[in-house]
């Protein structure tokens, strides 16, 4: 049971370039969801997916941003033309279910726009 | 809409104390709480999960709490030890709307010998 994978660990992006973040739940797990921590702040909640469906996209900034979880492969958490705001820590978790007994999180991948 | 306070905000004792975090949510209709360790640089290891129903989670050295109607929860940490030191998460997921946990800022904590 290898948990949460996310990947890349570490990703630097030219401002303007696009990034991708990958998630692949825990096996089992069939609902998704990305948060964001800023430097020095807590994690703030981005998106929920399930396959093929985006639930809630409340926290999502509203241009540049984009989230899948296709039928087959990871989540993808995509960021056009990034810029210099969107340096944080982008974390994966996922769930079983709606989360009643808990989430499992990734190690994260730390974006630095540079 | 929910809200989440950590205090401290940061912590610094010697090793062997008793230690309590405080966490506190401004909305009391929640599904269940939950509390999570941050390495730096690293991700969130869950260390207890309350259901709304459950007064209170222990594993080994660690003891948290709900009282929902005060909107309060404290994590219990018993002999604490350097490898303690870690920023400490609490988090509620709500009852209604989607599934999504809402974060306070943590607690750093710093365990010296």
């Known amino acids: 049971n290898a948990g949460v994978m996310q990947n890349p660990r570490h990703l630097v992006r030219r401002r303007g370039q696009e990034a991708r973040l990958r998630c692949s739940p825990m096996?089992?797990?069939?609902?998704v969801y990305w948060y964001r921590q800023l430097p020095e702040e807590g994690l703030k909640f981005m998106v929920y997916?399930?396959?093929?469906?985006?639930?809630?996209e409340s926290g999502m900034p509203k241009e540049r941003f984009s989230a899948e979880f296709p039928k087959e492969g990871p989540s993808i958490l995509r960021i056009q033309q990034v810029v210099r705001g969107d340096s944080a820590a982008y974390f994966c978790?996922?769930?079983?279910?709606?989360?009643?007994?808990?989430?499992?999180f990734g190690s994260g991948t730390r974006l630095t726009v540079v | 809409k929910q809200e989440v306070t950590q205090i401290p905000a940061a912590l610094s004792v010697p090793e062997g104390e008793n230690l309590v975090l405080n966490c506190s949510f401004t909305?009391?209709?929640?599904?269940?709480l939950q509390w999570f360790r941050q390495d730096p640089g690293k991700g969130l290891t869950s260390l207890l999960l309350?259901?709304?129903?459950?007064r209170e989670q222990t594993s080994g050295r660690l003891n948290a709490s709900l009282d929902k109607s005060s909107g309060r929860s404290t994590l219990y940490i018993a002999a604490s030890q350097p490898g303690d030191s870690a920023t400490y998460l609490c988090?509620?997921?709500?009852?209604?709307?989607?599934?999504?946990?809402?974060f306070g800022a943590g607690t750093r904590l710093a365990v010296h010998p």
């Open positions: 978790a996922s769930s079983p279910e709606g989360g009643g007994y808990g989430y499992t």
């Open positions: 909305d009391s209709a929640i599904y269940n």
């Open positions: 309350i259901q709304s129903s459950q």
């Open positions: 096996k089992g797990h069939s609902h």
């Open positions: 988090a509620v997921k709500d009852l209604g709307g989607y599934n999504k946990l809402i």
């Open positions: 997916l399930q396959k093929e469906n985006i639930i809630d």
